[in-house]
C-alpha cells in the first residue's frame, strides 16, 4: 500500500505539478502585420493572470481556458478573430485574423496615413497616392484587401506628428470597414458621421454613387439588405445618387 500510494503520488506530481504538460512555445497562423513573439510574450502574460491560486502550473496545457485567451489577445491586440486551435506537444497554437491596424484619411488635397490611435505618421508617397486616386475615381477594381479611406469634410489642414481623430472613432471605423468588406460590400471610400451625436455614415460604391449606412446599429443586416437589392433590382434600373439602407429589410433608391 505504501509502494502504490508513493507511485500514486508520483503520478500526482509528474501530471499537476510539475511543467511536463506546461505550454513552452506558441505558434500563431494568419499573421500578416503582427510578430509572432510579441503574441506569444502577451499569451504566457494573460496564462499568468489565472487570478486564483491553484496547484497546478498557469501554463499546464490540460486546465488553459482557451476561451478567455482568444477573447484577451482579440481585445489587446484588436483582432477581427482569435482561436485557440489545439495544444499539444507542449505547444499553444493559435489562429488570427487581423484587422487594419492604419487608415487613410483624405481631407482637402491630402492623402495621409494614421494609426489605430489616431496619430498622423506620414504622407502616402507618389505611388501609394497614384493608387488611392485610382480607386477613388473608379478606375480599378476593388478589393477586400483595400486599406480604409476615410474622407473628413471641411476639416482643416493635418500635419503628421498630430492627432486628428480620437481613437475610439479610428477603431469605430476600422470594425466597420471589416464588417462591410466581409459582406462583399467594397467601397472607394468613407465619409464618417458629419457630428460626435451623428451616426449616419455615408459609403461611395464601387459605381461612384452614396450608400448610407447607421454605425450604431448592425451592419450586417443593412449591408445584406443593399446587396439583395442590386441582384434583385431590374437592369434597366439605375441609381443616380444614393441608395439609403438603414432600415434592414428596406432600401431607399434615388
Same mark, same amino acid.
Given at each position: &500500500?505504501?509502494?502504490?500510494?508513493?507511485?500514486?503520488?508520483?503520478?500526482?506530481?509528474?501530471? +499537476?505539478?510539475?511543467?511536463?504538460?506546461? /505550454?513552452?512555445? /506558441?505558434?500563431?497562423?494568419?499573421?500578416?502585420?503582427?510578430?509572432?513573439?510579441?503574441?506569444?510574450?502577451?499569451?504566457? /502574460?494573460?496564462?499568468?493572470?489565472?487570478?486564483?491560486?491553484?496547484?497546478?502550473?498557469?501554463?499546464?496545457?490540460?486546465?488553459?481556458?482557451?476561451?478567455?485567451?482568444?477573447?484577451?489577445?482579440? @481585445?489587446? +491586440? +484588436?483582432? =477581427?478573430? /482569435?482561436?485557440?486551435?489545439? #495544444?499539444?506537444?507542449?505547444?499553444?497554437?493559435?489562429?488570427?485574423?487581423?484587422?487594419?491596424?492604419? #487608415?487613410?484619411?483624405?481631407?482637402?488635397?491630402?492623402?495621409?496615413? &494614421?494609426?489605430?490611435?489616431?496619430?498622423?505618421?506620414?504622407?502616402?508617397?507618389?505611388?501609394?497616392?497614384?493608387?488611392?486616386?485610382?480607386?477613388?475615381?473608379?478606375?480599378?477594381?476593388?478589393?477586400?484587401?483595400?486599406?480604409?479611406?476615410?474622407?473628413?469634410?471641411?476639416?482643416?489642414?493635418?500635419?503628421?506628428?498630430?492627432? !486628428?481623430?480620437? =481613437?475610439?472613432?479610428?477603431? @469605430?471605423?476600422?470594425?466597420? !470597414?471589416?464588417?462591410?468588406?466581409?459582406?462583399? +460590400?467594397?467601397?472607394?471610400? &468613407?465619409?464618417?458621421?458629419?457630428?460626435?451625436?451623428?451616426?449616419?455614415?455615408?459609403?461611395?460604391?464601387?459605381?461612384?454613387? @452614396?450608400?448610407?449606412?447607421?454605425?450604431?446599429?448592425?451592419?450586417?443586416?443593412?449591408?445584406?439588405?443593399?446587396?439583395?437589392?442590386?441582384?434583385?433590382?431590374?437592369?434597366?434600373?439605375? #441609381?443616380?445618387?444614393?441608395?439609403?439602407?438603414?432600415?434592414?429589410?428596406?432600401?431607399?433608391?434615388?
Amino acid at each position: &500500500m505504501l509502494l502504490a500510494f508513493v507511485a500514486l503520488m508520483g503520478w500526482v506530481d509528474l501530471l +499537476f505539478v510539475s511543467d511536463w504538460l506546461s /505550454v513552452r512555445d /506558441v505558434q500563431v497562423k494568419g499573421l500578416k502585420q503582427l510578430e509572432s513573439a510579441e503574441i506569444a510574450k502577451a499569451t504566457f /502574460v494573460i496564462l499568468e493572470e489565472r487570478g486564483v491560486w491553484r496547484p497546478w502550473p498557469a501554463r499546464h496545457g490540460w486546465f488553459i481556458d482557451k476561451e478567455r485567451v482568444a477573447r484577451e489577445l482579440q @481585445k489587446r +491586440f +484588436f483582432a =477581427e478573430k /482569435v482561436t485557440v486551435d489545439k #495544444i499539444n506537444n507542449n505547444v499553444l497554437r493559435l489562429k488570427i485574423e487581423e484587422r487594419a491596424k492604419r #487608415i487613410i484619411i483624405r481631407s482637402q488635397h491630402q492623402y495621409l496615413w &494614421m494609426d489605430i490611435n489616431g496619430f498622423v505618421t506620414s504622407e502616402l508617397n507618389f505611388e501609394e497616392r497614384q493608387n488611392i486616386q485610382s480607386r477613388l475615381l473608379g478606375q480599378r477594381s476593388l478589393s477586400i484587401d483595400d486599406i480604409p479611406i476615410v474622407h473628413l469634410n471641411d476639416a482643416q489642414e493635418l500635419h503628421v506628428s498630430e492627432i !486628428a481623430a480620437s =481613437e475610439n472613432d479610428v477603431r @469605430k471605423w476600422i470594425q466597420s !470597414a471589416s464588417q462591410i468588406t466581409k459582406e462583399g +460590400f467594397l467601397y472607394r471610400e &468613407m465619409v464618417p458621421p458629419d457630428h460626435p451625436s451623428g451616426t449616419t455614415a455615408t459609403f461611395v460604391s464601387q459605381e461612384g454613387y @452614396k450608400v448610407y449606412l447607421d454605425l450604431a446599429e448592425p451592419l450586417q443586416a443593412q449591408v445584406r439588405s443593399y446587396l439583395a437589392f442590386l441582384r434583385s433590382r431590374r437592369t434597366n434600373a439605375k #441609381i443616380s445618387e444614393y441608395v439609403d439602407a438603414r432600415i434592414p429589410g428596406k432600401v431607399y433608391v434615388k
